[in-house]
Each structure stands twice: as C-alpha cells, then as structure tokens.
C-alpha cells in the first residue's frame, strides 16, 4: 500500500514539474481532420502551387480555409514590402535573398522551438539545404524548403566511346568539363558532333555561371569598381571564346543531345523522363555539375523556390506550423510530384535512374553572398552589363576584335555604366 502511495505522490509531483518547467511534453499530435481556421498563403508562382501542394492541403486539413494571395512579379530588392503588405500567415519564399531580408527585418518566425517540441525530424533533409537555411537565419531556422531544383552533367556514353574520350567524372570542375568537350570532332557537315550542348543562348549567361563557378566577382561593391580585366577573368573570356570559335559548344536553342549529336548537355533531373521517350536506344549516363575548383564538395546546382515560412504577424502561427510541418514531412515528400525532395529517403530513384549526382554536393554559396555584397548597385546595371558583355563577345568570337580588346572595352566602359548607375 505504501509502495502504491509513494508511487502515485512520485506521479504528481513529476506532472507538477513538467507543467512548472515545460520540460516534459504531454502534447499530442493533432489529427489534421481536428485542425480549423483560415490561413492566409502567399505565393509567387500560382501554377507552380496548384499542381502539388495546393491541390493537396485541403484535402488533408479538410477544416483549414486556404486563402491564396498571388504575389505580383517584382525585382528581389521589392518582394519582402510586397509580402508584409499581404499580412499572410504563411509565405512560400522563391529566394533565398527574400529569406534573408524578411528575417533581417523580423518579419518571419524562427520556427525552431516547433520543431524541437514536435520532435520533427529535420536530420534527414538535405543537410546542406538545412545548413544553409541555418546558416541565413544567424542559427535559427526560419522556414523549411520540401524540394529543390538542381542540374547534372548527361554525357552520350556511345558517342565517348566512338571517339576514345574519358567518361566525365563527378566533381571536375567547369575547365576539365571543357577539356573533355574540346577532344570531340568538329568537322562541318550534317553529321558533326558537339562535346557540349548549352542552353544559355547568350554569352554573359555562360559567362555568369562560370564566374560564379569559380567564384570571380564582376566588381568590387565597396571600392565601385569594375574588375574583370584580371588574369582569372582573361582566361575565363578567352576559354568560352576559344571554345564557340572552334564549335566546340553549341548554344543556339535546340536541343542537339536528345538527337545523338552532342556529347554533353547540362539538364535537370526530368530530362530523364525526356530521354526515355524520345531517344529509347541511347546510352548515357548523368555525373554532378562541375564543381568549384578549389573545393570539390560544393557547386551552384541546388536552386531553392520553395521555403516554407510563418510570417511574424500570422493570425494563427500555431495552425501554420501545422501546415509548414505537413508540407515538409515524411507523407508530402512520398506524393511529391515535382521536383527533388529534400527528404533524401524518398528522392533515390527516378523512372530507374539513380539521383545522386543532384544530391551529392553541397551548396555553394559564393553566388548568394556576392548579391548580399553588391545590395547597393541597381539590378539595371546587370542588364547593361550583360548586353556590353554579349556585343564585345559576339565580335571576338567572329573574329572582329581579340578577346583582349574586348576585355578592355568591357571593362572602360562598364565602368561607365557602374559609375552611372551609382549615381541615380
């Protein structure tokens, strides 16, 4: 009897400590069927929303009004006034620069005492991903993305074996891509063979996705000055303009790996599916996208469009995290239709082909710190640059000008435009 007593005093005197310290957790999972109220949702991409997550939150949380505010296109610098003017309660954020900002601002929640209460499992999301959310948000974690986008290199196994060049491997990096690429025929006629096949259609998207590659800043923000009359850049400008003159890349939209005439082409994961139907009898494999020279473990493929975030002035943040942790969890990621999951567990395989190379490095992050860097310059500065850089390629490419002088030109006169675009 006494053991009885002394048992039921040492259960209540443990539920009084819990409910004083809040160090244990009676709570119980909701049921989604139990959960009502009215969340307001604010997105940028409507189509986008619809053919995944939209069509399925009402039918998992069948007392949950969704309201969705589309958000009109604007320039990135704009886009955390347009979401605080919207009041939403939950915001799927396109940029990580939106991310940044709206926590800066204290306009997003920090959402990890959610998930330590919930015990949500975030220890098998991409640990990259979650990192870099972490890292944004100063150790707090502020939104959570289900799915990222990435690209791999696919290479035309025959074709590499008829003209005895080496498989591209994983983690080369943009040079040694290109090396491989230059060791393919480039004789004219109908049945020539490209090593690469790109679909930037312009010279300064090429150029921009090498730069940030190898981690060269166009300019130096603080001193405003141009800076791409360096040795790293010279050898960047003359490869790419090397590389068209000898008809090495083809860049003029259509899609020449698919017809068994590049070597190489640099896709997403559902080219795959693409693949399969239109060119059953090829063989190819997929190897990651170059990587950063000088630390093979990251490059720039992993793009995040999706992070999940309760806004700071939600009516209802209790109800959104409910719906931020259904969006992010195991049961979405098995339905995802879309996309890469960032639930690893669920994204192995796709029509039979194994995914690692779009999960296996880490993000690289030179790209995003850079736009954090050059905040001040106006986003019409690029726009002119690119179009100086397009115009002074385009004619050393066809032999009008030595890359040398067009790196010159570039330089005097982008400047030009730096100063000019400062001053507004």
């Given at each position: 009897?006494?053991?009885?007593?002394?048992?039921?005093?040492?259960?209540?005197?443990?539920?009084?400590?819990?409910?004083?310290?809040?160090?244990?957790?009676?709570?119980?999972?909701?049921?989604?069927?139990?959960?009502?109220?009215?969340?307001?949702?604010?997105?940028?991409?409507?189509?986008?929303?619809?053919?995944?997550?939209?069509?399925?939150?009402?039918?998992?949380?069948?007392?949950?009004?969704?309201?969705?505010?589309?958000?009109?296109?604007?320039?990135?610098?704009?886009?955390?006034?347009?979401?605080?003017?919207?009041?939403?309660?939950?915001?799927?954020?396109?940029?990580?620069?939106?991310?940044?900002?709206?926590?800066?601002?204290?306009?997003?929640?920090?959402?990890?005492?959610?998930?330590?209460?919930?015990?949500?499992?975030?220890?098998?999301?991409?640990?990259?991903?979650?990192?870099?959310?972490?890292?944004?948000?100063?150790?707090?974690?502020?939104?959570?993305?289900?799915?990222?986008?990435?690209?791999?290199?696919?290479?035309?196994?025959?074709?590499?074996?008829?003209?005895?060049?080496?498989?591209?491997?994983?983690?080369?990096?943009?040079?040694?891509?290109?090396?491989?690429?230059?060791?393919?025929?480039?004789?004219?006629?109908?049945?020539?063979?490209?090593?690469?096949?790109?679909?930037?259609?312009?010279?300064?998207?090429?150029?921009?996705?090498?730069?940030?590659?190898?981690?060269?800043?166009?300019?130096?923000?603080?001193?405003?000055?141009?800076?791409?009359?360096?040795?790293?850049?010279?050898?960047?400008?003359?490869?790419?303009?090397?590389?068209?003159?000898?008809?090495?890349?083809?860049?003029?939209?259509?899609?020449?790996?698919?017809?068994?005439?590049?070597?190489?082409?640099?896709?997403?994961?559902?080219?795959?599916?693409?693949?399969?139907?239109?060119?059953?009898?090829?063989?190819?494999?997929?190897?990651?996208?170059?990587?950063?020279?000088?630390?093979?473990?990251?490059?720039?493929?992993?793009?995040?469009?999706?992070?999940?975030?309760?806004?700071?002035?939600?009516?209802?943040?209790?109800?959104?995290?409910?719906?931020?942790?259904?969006?992010?969890?195991?049961?979405?990621?098995?339905?995802?239709?879309?996309?890469?999951?960032?639930?690893?567990?669920?994204?192995?395989?796709?029509?039979?082909?194994?995914?690692?190379?779009?999960?296996?490095?880490?993000?690289d992050t030179f790209a995003f710190n850079e736009y954090l860097r050059n905040e001040p310059i106006p986003d019409t500065f690029t726009i002119n640059l690119n179009k100086l850089i397009d115009r002074e390629m385009d004619a050393a490419v066809k032999g009008a000008q030595s890359v040398?002088?067009?790196?010159?030109?570039?330089?005097?006169?982008?400047?030009?435009?730096?100063?000019?675009?400062?001053?507004?």
């Amino acid at each position: 009897m006494r053991i009885k007593m002394r048992k039921s005093l040492l259960a209540c005197l443990m539920l009084i400590y819990c409910l004083i310290t809040g160090s244990c957790s009676l709570r119980s999972e909701p049921k989604p069927e139990e959960l009502s109220g009215a969340l307001r949702i604010a997105i940028i991409n409507a189509a986008s929303y619809y053919e995944s997550v939209g069509k399925v939150l009402p039918l998992h949380f069948p007392n949950i009004r969704f309201d969705v505010v589309t958000l009109d296109i604007a320039s990135l610098k704009q886009m955390p006034d347009k979401i605080d003017e919207q009041k939403p309660d939950i915001v799927v954020i396109w940029h990580p620069y939106i991310y940044y900002k709206m926590i800066e601002r204290g306009s997003l929640i920090d959402i990890s005492p959610w998930i330590k209460r919930d015990k949500f499992d975030i220890e098998n999301m991409h640990p990259s991903i979650v990192h870099f959310l972490k890292d944004i948000g100063g150790g707090g974690l502020y939104g959570l993305a289900p799915i990222f986008t990435s690209s791999a290199i696919y290479y035309n196994i025959d074709l590499f074996d008829r003209y005895g060049v080496p498989y591209p491997a994983d983690q080369m990096s943009w040079e040694e891509l290109n090396q491989l690429a230059a060791r393919f025929p480039v004789e004219e006629g109908p049945n020539r063979i490209y090593g690469f096949n790109a679909f930037w259609n312009t010279y300064s998207g090429q150029i921009s996705m090498l730069a940030q590659s190898e981690h060269l800043s166009y300019f130096d923000a603080a001193e405003e000055k141009l800076q791409m009359n360096t040795n790293p850049w010279r050898h960047l400008l003359q490869t790419i303009a090397d590389m068209h003159k000898k008809g090495v890349i083809y860049k003029d939209g259509s899609d020449l790996f698919l017809a068994g005439k590049s070597a190489m082409t640099l896709q997403g994961p559902e080219y795959i599916a693409l693949l399969k139907e239109k060119a059953p009898e090829m063989n190819w494999g997929i190897v990651t996208k170059p990587s950063y020279s000088q630390d093979r473990s990251i490059n720039t493929s992993i793009v995040l469009n999706d992070i999940y975030a309760i806004h700071a002035k939600s009516a209802n943040p209790d109800l959104a995290w409910e719906v931020v942790k259904f969006v992010n969890g195991k049961e979405m990621a098995q339905i995802q239709p879309r996309a890469l999951s960032t639930r690893i567990a669920f994204s192995k395989q796709k029509n039979g082909v194994e995914l690692e190379p779009f999960y296996k490095l880490g993000i690289d992050t030179f790209a995003f710190n850079e736009y954090l860097r050059n905040e001040p310059i106006p986003d019409t500065f690029t726009i002119n640059l690119n179009k100086l850089i397009d115009r002074e390629m385009d004619a050393a490419v066809k032999g009008a000008q030595s890359v040398e002088n067009a790196i010159m030109k570039i330089q005097t006169e982008g400047q030009i435009l730096l100063q000019s675009a400062l001053a507004e």
